[in-house]
């Protein structure tokens, strides 16, 4: 049996604490910590649409990411010229996380836009982001709505809640919830989205150092199934069980 360095079980998160309101100048802002992993999330309203979804009667729903200089063990340099590959990855598979639960029909023609900002990384911050970001999402979705109540088409915006969380295998054996630590070690990786239904919206796994067998991948995404309910319980802690 694999010893985690912070002495967790195989099939424990790490500990979690959500703050919100961090930023009081946001539509809505929590700041998310898993262990030593600190992400601030905030929300923004826009009134306009990307030019392409003009006339369809439709909004947007997308997500900013980004790493702090000192948020790792060495300086990261600020993205000033653009995006690099890796930050445009994350930032696509948050929003479309997002976006896998919204019906943007019911949101009218106007945009959210998430920031995910790194303060601190020790693993899983894609991850993270994505349940900070459905919290900040769905909050500013329930303030808009109860102050502009008539700007709104009817319906439901969110349809369902959504979390994510890693899992890999070390040494053999499955573990929830990676550090950066275990991460690096691992010989698989993955990363897995899920609703509160147990649909998947996104699963992302890769063989790092070694295959993995079908019995393996049933075992990971049972851990992130367990990991991906306890995350959303905590979700419905903040913002009940009523979807804007």
Do not use: C, D, V
């Given at each position: 049996m694999t010893t985690r360095t912070d002495g967790r079980a195989a099939d424990q998160?790490?500990?979690?604490?959500?703050?919100?309101d961090f930023v009081q100048s946001a539509e809505s802002s929590f700041l998310i910590e898993v262990g030593r992993t600190r992400i601030l999330c905030c929300a923004s309203l826009e009134e306009e649409i990307p030019r392409w979804l003009k006339g369809?009667?439709?909004?947007w729903v997308t997500a900013e990411y980004s790493l702090l200089p000192r948020s790792t063990g060495s300086r990261v340099k600020r993205?000033?010229?653009?995006?690099?590959?890796?930050?445009q990855e994350i930032q696509r598979i948050i929003g479309r996380a997002l976006r896998g639960v919204c019906d943007l029909t019911a949101l009218g023609e106007r945009s959210i836009v998430i920031d995910c900002d790194v303060i601190e990384a020790d693993g899983g911050t894609r991850t993270a982001s994505i349940v900070g970001g459905y919290?900040?999402?769905?909050?500013?979705?329930?303030k808009m709505k109860g102050a502009l109540p008539h700007t709104f088409p009817p319906g439901q915006v969110l349809k369902s809640f959504v979390s994510a969380v890693s899992v890999g295998m070390h040494e053999g054996n499955p573990l929830l919830d990676l550090c950066y630590v275990e991460d690096s070690a691992a010989e698989v990786d993955m990363n897995v989205v899920m609703t509160d239904s147990g649909d998947f919206v996104e699963i992302?796994?890769?063989?790092?150092?070694?295959v993995f067998t079908r019995t393996q991948l049933d075992s990971m995404l049972g851990l992130a199934e367990k990991g991906c309910r306890e995350l959303i319980a905590i979700?419905?802690?903040?913002?009940?069980n009523q979807l804007p």
């Open positions: 998160l790490r500990t979690i604490k959500i703050t919100e369809k009667g439709q909004g993205e000033r010229n653009g995006a690099s590959g890796r930050t919290l900040a999402l769905a909050r500013a979705l329930q992302q796994g890769t063989g790092e150092e070694a979700q419905k802690s903040f913002l009940g």
